[in-house]
């Protein structure tokens, strides 16, 4: 064997490919796509994660939700440029002739184009995180959803790179990517329910049916179960395609097939996996096989408190929404302070998710008195809620809860007897519904805690709400117990 | 020997390229000659590793390519110029010429004095930085042989290396084919029986996926002192071998 053909020392074949690799990141197309993928996600992901309010878990799990769509075009696409490169420049007999084996040539190239994915990832994953970090009132960052991420890069890139390679030719890269393109945007969704196979898709962060959600990951931490099996199942994706692509290598099939095998087993047990997830009472997805206990206990916090006539304190994460809060329901908390049964405090509580047979969850909480509400999930920023949509919903949940709850006397009063119309009048002038909730819209619900618009009450009601909350707290104070008695009519009210 | 090549064949489906071709060449520069279709790039193919012989046996530089670990060595120690030389338009020519060394290879330390040393060689020392996409058809043909040459191969072929080159060009590559000889295989194809006569010692001509001449530049030009037509003593050869093999 002369030192030509002998094969090179370690460190030199290392150097070498360290060499190569340089060459492919030099020149590859996905370093040209960057400002192409920081653009999409600029347009698509970051205008929507930065609209929501500053809070780790909806931020994280939104830019999961974005940030690999985003990345999807200019990934796939560079990726099965670069793979169908040797074809397209008919160089195929050139590099055939040449020691390096393909599998090893096109690795190089994959792993460059990939580089510059990945770099684009995690740049967007910085600029995101870094935000929030300066502006979230609680908390640190969520790092699964960004792993996930990061994880289906090399997925995204080996998938194209595989058709490319595969299939040379100019028309290639806009066909496989219009596919995963596709195919992406179906698998978010196709998910259907807490056991869904469909959930392995890396776009879907926790149940598909809440998606990112504040009171999702806040009282208890973020399970990781779901990301665990999404990073499985994208890294299996990767090695298994990556294996087949130096099946066609004479020496190396075997290894290769075994490759292969082994990706498609991990990908095909993370599915698997998906399809045994529940939906916890928190809001999120647990796999049995791959729960951890501990991550069932509540997250350590101090409260934030408001400094209003009854106090109301929030986690401390919901911090920026608390002067909002006591601003939707600072009239009934002037109003009932200090009445028989007000509560001294009241407190944010942690939202129960429940799924329903099929595809909905049902959202509940609070305590049975008013001392104990939830934050509705539809915040500020998130699914186009307003501030005034926000705060007509507290006042409706928590207005309503509070004004009943002092009024009919909480727990202590007879539950077979109902509200009088005098009651109803007080608690419907108490709570400052928009006109056309207190027209129409809570009716079905709230049927029995308000009265039957144009009659009687309801004009005494408006009367009552026309007084000061102060006014109507001296009122009050002179006469809760005959109205909780029954003593008061409608014409007495003032 | 370096080539050692036994009634060897290859088909396309129906077409058989290459019937029956039994060739030897040791150190030197080797002529292929041919006219199109004759199998001489598929024969080269064979030699260069890119695609096996349906039948018959090769064995190159004493190792048998039919092998995964003795291709591997082969390839270590072969530079091949294909007839049609794709390249990466926007690597530069320093690049693209690394690019094969390592594709090749070859001790990492050694890759940029042989990059260098390569491109000197084929006069484009002051085009070392260009983007191939801006060089002219020549020129690119002058790079596809530095890359041959890069990893000072045992046996080097190439499939019409001076089509393109302006005269001066071609004169100059002659010499370093001779040069290359020395201690090389060189194997060229050509249409161009003046680079053969310039520049081989031992020539091989192709017909119909048959070698009908293998001797010397020579004993070629004396195959045509009586019936062969055209301008050039080797010329006359060249046909006069033709027109015998085909009657």
Redesign the interface.
Known sequence: MTAASAPAAPWSAVLGSGRLLRLELRHNAMLWLLPVAFALFWYNGYREIMALPPMWNLRAMTLQNRLLFDLMIPATGAAAWMGSREGRRSITDLVAGTARPRWSRQLATWAATTAWAEIGCLACVAVVYLITARHASWGGPLWWPAVVSVAGVPALTAIGFAAGAWFPGRFVTPLVTVVVFFGLAYGTQAASGDHSYWQISPLTAGAFDIGAAPGVASFYPYLPDLSIAQVMFTAGLTVAILGALGIPVARMRWLAAAVTAAGLAAAGTAVALAGTGRLDPHGMIAIPALHDAASDQPVRYTPVCGRTPIPVCVHPAFATFLPAVTAAVGPELTEFAGLPGAPARISQVAVVYRQDPGNGITVSGGGPGAAAFVLPDEVPGRLGTTGAEFAAQLDEGLGLQLASDVILGGSNRAAASAPSQAELAVIAGSVRFPPSVEARDLAPVFGSLLPQPGSPAAQAARRFAALTPAARHAWLAGHLAALRAGRVSLAQLP | MNVEITDVTRRFGRNQAVAGVSLQAGPGVFGLLGPNGAGKTTLL?MM???IPPTTGRLRL?DRDPGA??PR???????G?L?Q?????P??TVA?FV???A????????R?PGAVATAIERVDLGGTAKAKLRTLSGGMLRRVGIA?AIV??P?LLLLDEPTAGLDPEQRVRFRALLRELGQRATVVVSTHLVEDVGAACSQVALMDQGKVVFDGTPGELTAQGTEQGTGDAPLERGYTAVLAAARA
């Open positions: 193919r260069a590793t890119v530089l995964y670990r591997r060595e082969v390839r270590r120690r072969l091949y294909p049609n030389l794709g390249y990466y926007g690597f690049e690394e690019y094969f390592l594709l090749k290879e070859m001790p990492a330390g890759v890359q990893n000072e045992d």
